[in-house]
């Protein structure tokens, strides 16, 4: 590759006033390996923190020019709370390094999806002029412009190190963000070193930052360094250094300084400033500063020392510089000119005038451009102005850019932050429209949540018809979906649920739906306001949006546990969808079809489906739909045990997530990498997953992710035997009212608590029709039913088992998974085979364990094989005895052994405790010759359940059904079924009869003891 000059040194780090750098020895040490870690070849982030002006700006500037010295291309970008261009701070960094150098020159550098660049900058023109510009909004392909970003950088960063400078991320939006992390995790083997300046303290802290720094900080060559104060000795220095104060006057000076300011050095710097130039400090003597050098009243903060100077600047220099500071940073001097209204001489005058008090940079003035010393000093400016003042001079520099006729994407951000600022002199309509061209221009650089924000702005100043005000609503809650913020898109949506215009309701309870379903939300809401919206319209089965909606309301109906309507809803659509030869309709069909309650005997069906979705979503470009089938494909992939389906999908699903970008997509496809990770054994790599998905949860908002997390922990801390430091919890866990129960019968089971996870589980199989009824499609019902029949495995519950096994046979030949990858629990035919061991059907057992085991060697699961191993032994060493034939007898014990011994030594690879633990149990006879396979059953209980026994305690102490339910939190139906069973199982003629017998032959204690009604 040709060698290019790299772009000039950025202004605002090599200017004039930048003040003397002094102390922040362990930082800049800090700074010094991350440079040797860069140029030997890795990415290295210093996130530089503290309060303002406490010289995290002056640190990145050091640092910069140490390594500019050394060859290091320097960038520097800026996040603002004025007027931003989407990206912001990567957006200037990017305009310095293109527009910077030789056209062409950086050409070889370009990545093949340079043409995603153009979405930023058309700079990217200058060195590939063949590139055609992507499309507008068509499609959501905003990884594809990150890898696009970090590929730039990678390549540049071949030839020089790469500095970028990115001040001031308190500031910065959620695209922003996103966008820093993506180039962080692409970037590991790059030649970059990030420098990134953020406040951390309130006001200016940003939850938003403090969870991505977190979430970076595990990442390899991330390093963060919050600023202190100066102490004593570097004030002193600073004053020697800065101020050419003598040695021993810095001494002197240097306690009062650094107690007054608290060793803020942009503190310090100001107050020296005043202190410099006032008669008391001209005064004072040898014995050290004196206390009336600070006047009156002492300045208590960098503010009031700002707003001192600023009151004697003459009245017409003020002026000049409160405009200036409305314009902000970056405004150009000729455009204050014509604001201020007055002859240019003045205007420069004034201008000299604020360089003199310390109130502007006069490097930046001089190429032509109003800059500030520190946000601080435009902040303390904007502070004195009056707001209605304020306002007017809002409208006087929006006034005087509108009248250059500048249709620039920079102008128009410009425009909507001035007349939105001058709303309230009539100001509002303009501020709307200049809103809504900057909200499509952030649509076009996928930078959706700045977009919403922009069209959220908008419906709330627009002046004109509710149908304006609506659109620009929809537009926004549009862009908060895109984005993947579908908390703030329900309340936008909401907002037009009563909208006067009935396509408008229908709009907004279709898109309402559309975010909700995402995070798994009850559909109950989302069916309403559809119902709601449908009934406004008229009945047309020929209207793509009428069909449209009743696809919507069948998948909300499905997230409400209504089957059979939403089934009924889901193919009237789909069959619409079809006549009608709309693609992009049928496109909707299927993937709501998608979420309609799945069985057993269903997910065939939706195999057909996801099938047909993934051509039509891929020719369309529809990266959404395209994730949805996906996701649905490997999860099935997983069912049938089928591991090329699943790889297949998988590299479905990574073109999804980089097509849109959304967050919610993303956190699919890494649950797919739980669920290899902890089929594998690999529960080291499987816990790591699991909380970056709950990082990645938590940017949902309000539809966090904790729930998938405790799942997805309890399934690693239970192999690994890690459970038992949840036991001390337990007593907190009951009480909670979020307890989940199936996930505590699990916990009880695993502790051995054995009479909790008894009452338990027969509570819950008391209510399993009904829990069955309301489960959510695709939920955790197969997760349910796993934990329950695990609980009657464990306890020999020979009644339970009955019980369960119809429920559980559906699913023979298929692996249980809940959610998508929340849980997976290997083979059903695993769980189906140990029932009918206990159950006694040796056979069927056994052919059931040789299928369970070939599936989970079929995909690769490594946890599930040993697991099935075990429990197929335990099932042969039961029944080994009962084989008369001795030779038969001896060859299943051999069997046995070899089963356990692979067994061991997988569950050993892997550190599957659990199973080790059950195998070491298996190997040691019971003491005293317990019967292996004793069940609660026995016919001394005349085969009657725990809740049974409960009832008829109950019922010999001479309750009604009524106060048996009431006492067992039971249906007074129920109770009553309960109290047929008993009488047909004992063959007792009457209540009198059975409590009679049950006294008698021990089944019961004293009736006396049954619990108090």
């Not at 920079?410 to 809504?436: P, S």
């Not at 009934?535 to 309301?553: F, H, K, T």
């Not at 939403?566 to 992009?584: F, K």
Request: glycine content about 8%.
């Amino acid at each position: 590759m040709a060698a290019w000059e790299p772009p000039p040194y950025p202004i605002r780090v090599a200017g004039a006033a930048i003040p003397a750098f002094v102390g922040r020895a362990a930082e800049t040490s800090a700074a010094e390996e991350a440079w040797a870690a860069v140029r030997a070849g890795g990415r290295q982030i210093i996130f530089i923190g503290g309060e303002p002006g406490a010289g995290k700006s002056r640190l990145a500037a050091e640092i910069a020019a140490a390594v500019h010295n050394e060859g290091a291309v320097v960038l520097l970008g800026n996040c603002s709370p004025g007027p931003v261009g989407p990206y912001q701070p990567f957006t200037e960094c990017l305009e310095q390094l293109l527009g910077g150098t030789q056209p062409g020159a950086l050409s070889a550098c370009m990545p093949d999806s340079a043409a995603e660049l153009l979405r930023l900058t058309p700079l990217v023109w200058r060195h590939r002029p063949e590139l055609t510009a992507p499309a507008g909004d068509g499609g959501d392909y905003r990884r594809e412009l990150f890898d696009a970003v970090a590929a730039l950088l990678h390549a540049v960063g071949g030839q020089r190190p790469v500095v970028c400078i990115l001040e001031d991320l308190h500031w910065a939006r959620q695209p922003v963000l996103q966008l820093l992390d993506h180039v962080a995790q692409r970037s590991a083997r790059s030649r970059l070193l990030l420098l990134c300046t953020h406040r951390t303290t309130a006001p200016d802290r940003s939850d938003d930052l403090t969870y991505a720094i977190a979430d970076l900080y595990r990442l390899d060559g991330v390093r963060r360094l919050d600023l202190a104060g100066l102490s004593v000795e570097e004030v002193a220095q600073y004053l020697v250094a800065e101020c050419a104060v003598s040695e021993r006057r810095a001494r002197e000076y240097a306690t009062v300084l650094r107690d007054q300011t608290g060793g803020n050095p942009f503190f310090l710097r100001e107050l020296w400033r005043d202190l410099a130039g006032s008669d008391a400090f001209t005064g004072a003597g040898a014995g050290g500063l004196p206390t009336r050098a600070f006047g009156a009243h002492a300045p208590v903060s960098i503010r009031d020392t700002l707003q001192r100077r600023l009151s004697r600047l003459a009245a017409a220099d003020r002026a000049v510089v409160e405009t200036a500071a409305v314009l902000g940073d970056g405004g150009e001097v000729l455009v204050l000119i014509r604001a201020c209204a007055t002859d240019p001489a003045t205007v420069l005058a004034a201008l000299d005038a604020a360089v003199r008090f310390g109130l502007l940079d006069d490097g930046e003035l001089a190429h032509g451009r109003i800059a500030f010393p520190h946000m601080l000093t435009r902040q303390a400016v904007l502070d004195l102005i009056d707001p209605s003042r304020l306002a007017g001079l809002h409208a006087q520099v929006g006034e005087v850019l509108r009248s250059s006729g500048s249709g620039s994407p920079v102008v128009i951000r410009q425009l909507a932050y001035h007349f939105a600022r001058a709303a309230a002199l009539g100001y509002g309509d303009t501020a709307a429209q200049y809103l809504l061209l900057a909200g499509r221009e952030f649509e076009r650089s996928l930078a959706f949540e700045d977009a919403a924000a922009c069209y959220a702005r908008a419906a709330d100043l627009t002046d004109g018809p509710d149908a304006d005000r609506e659109e620009l609503w929809l537009h926004a809650a549009d862009a908060y979906v895109r984005a993947g913020d579908f908390a703030s898109a329900r309340t936008r949506y909401l907002l037009l649920a009563d909208s006067r215009d009935p396509p408008v309701r229908l709009r907004a309870a279709i898109g309402y739906e559309n975010a909700a379903w995402r995070p798994g939300l009850p559909g109950t809401q989302a069916r309403a306001l559809l119902a709601h919206a449908l009934e406004g319209v008229p009945e047309d089965l020929d209207d793509p949006q009428y069909v449209r909606a009743l696809a919507s309301l069948g998948r909300a109906t499905a997230f409400t546990g209504d089957a059979e309507r939403s089934g009924y809803l889901a193919d009237l659509a789909l069959g619409q969808a079809r006549r009608l030869g709309d693609r992009q309709l049928l496109r909707h069909a299927l993937e709501t079809m998608m979420w309609q309650q799945a069985s057993p005997q269903s997910v065939g069906r939706y195999l057909t489906l996801a099938t047909e979705l993934t051509p039509l979503a891929k020719e369309a470009q529809d990266w959404s739909a395209l994730g949805t089938a996906s996701v649905f494909r490997c999860a099935l992939a997983y069912i049938y045990a089928d591991r090329a389906a699943w790889t297949t999908a998988t590299a479905d699903l990574d073109i999804s997530v980089r097509g849109t970008g959304q967050p919610f997509i993303a956190f699919m496809r890494r649950s797919g990498d739980y669920a290899h990770a902890f089929l594998s054994g690999d529960f080291a790599a499987a816990a790591r997953v699991a909380e970056d998905l709950l990082e990645r949860g938590r940017s949902f908002g309000p539809d966090d992710t904790e729930g998938t997390y405790g799942l997805q922990m309890y399934m690693i801390q239970r192999e690994t035997g890690a459970l038992e430091q949840v036991r001390p919890l337990l007593s907190a866990i009951r009480q909670s009212s979020g307890t989940w129960e199936p996930g505590l019968l699990a916990l009880y089971t695993e502790l051995g608590l054995t009479k909790e996870a008894r009452d338990l589980l027969w509570q819950l199989l008391d209510r399993i029709d009904e829990m069955a009824a309301r489960q959510a499609p695709w939920a955790q019902w197969t997760a349910v039913l796993a934990f329950l029949v695990e609980a009657a495995l464990t306890l020999r519950d020979v009644s339970a088992a009955r019980r369960l096994r119809p429920l559980l046979a559906p699913y023979s030949g298929q692996q249980l998974v809940a959610g998508q990858f929340v849980a997976v629990f290997g083979p059903a035919d695993a769980y189906l085979a140990a029932l009918d061991s206990l159950l006694g059907d040796r056979d069927c057992a056994d052919r059931l364990f040789a299928a369970a085991l070939a599936q989970a060697t079929r995909v690769g699961s490594l946890i599930h094989r040993a697991s099935t191993l075990t429990a197929w032994a335990a099932h042969l060493d039961t029944h080994a005895d009962a084989d008369s034939r001795a030779r038969a007898a001896a060859a299943a014990r051999n069997r046995v052994t070899e089963m356990r011994s692979e067994a061991r030594r997988i569950a050993a690879s892997i550190g599957q405790a659990r199973l080790l633990r059950l195998l070491d149990q298996a190997e040691t006879p019971p003491a005293g010759g317990a019967d292996r396979q004793g069940s609660r059953d026995g016919p001394d209980a005349a085969g009657l359940t725990p809740r049974e026994l409960a009832v008829l305690r109950l019922l010999a102490a001479g309750s009604s059904n009524r106060e048996i339910a009431s006492c067992l939190k039971i249906s007074e139906n129920t109770a009553a079924n309960h109290v047929r069973s008993i009488l047909l199982k004992t063959g007792a003629a009457n209540r009198t009869q059975v409590a009679m017998l049950a006294v008698s032959r021990g089944w019961i204690s004293d009736p006396a003891s049954a619990p108090a009604r």
